[in-house]
């Protein structure tokens, strides 16, 4: 049973667009919510969170928007850039941020056209 | 500043065989855990260390044991490796449990034939 679920495999936007990439959960108990991102042959990195008592979070040319009752969470890159190309992985933890209670989607893989 | 780093990158195993993956950590973190990820899959957790002297189960320790063997070290051991273990494993560090920033390694391409 995925509790954290990103359902769209892989994205293609033009570079300078806006990327949307989506996340829904199921469990209620989540309440502190990341996006790592992922090149070939790296490890995740870091990217942006946010708590579940805020509904977005900005930084610089990435934000996370949180919506609690559709159980919800997106990230926008705005402009999208060639280097944004990267494995997207959805994570969320219960209790503050547990590390050893964070869930993982499966990831998105976005490209971004020059 | 290394970060964390894993050894081996890659890894061919026979079925049976036995084999440690090493990670270390240079940033003075006290938790480190170790992923593996399969294709179509997220990360799992496999097993964690909260601080030096403890380790404790994830979502998937069944055919793992781990040894935290100092602050800065963690291994993974198959013991008797199956094909179902074919996968990228991931170390990660974190400076405590409740830490969220994960700082992972750059992953270790294990197959088992």
């Known amino acids: 049973d995925q509790q954290v679920k990103q359902n769209s495999p892989s994205l293609s936007v033009q570079e300078g667009r806006i990327s949307i990439l989506n996340c829904d959960y199921t469990n209620s108990m989540f309440d502190y919510f990341l996006w790592y991102k992922k090149y070939p042959a790296e490890g995740p990195t870091f990217l942006i969170s946010i708590s579940s008592i805020k509904d977005k979070n900005e930084d610089g040319r990435f934000t996370v928007f949180l919506n609690k009752s559709a159980k919800h969470l997106s990230l926008h890159i705005v402009p999208s850039q060639p280097g944004d190309s990267a494995v997207y992985f959805c994570a969320a933890s219960v209790g503050g941020g547990s590390n050893y209670k964070l869930t993982f989607g499966k990831g998105t893989l976005l490209t971004v056209n020059p | 500043n290394a970060g964390v780093t894993q050894t081996p990158k890659f890894q061919v195993l026979k079925t049976g065989q036995s084999m440690t993956l090493q990670c270390a950590q240079d940033?003075?973190?006290?938790?480190m855990y170790w992923y593996r990820q399969d294709p179509g899959m997220g990360l799992r957790l496999i097993y964690y260390?909260?601080?030096?002297?403890?380790?404790d189960k994830g979502e998937v320790p069944n055919g793992y044991n781990v040894s935290r063997l100092n602050k800065r070290e963690f291994s993974l051991r198959l013991e008797s490796a199956a094909p179902s273990q074919t996968s990228v494993y991931f170390c990660a560090s974190s400076v405590s449990p409740g830490a969220n920033v994960l700082t992972f390694g750059a992953g270790s391409r294990l197959t088992v034939l």
């Open positions: 940033m003075n973190h006290n938790s």
């Open positions: 260390s909260a601080s030096e002297g403890t380790t």
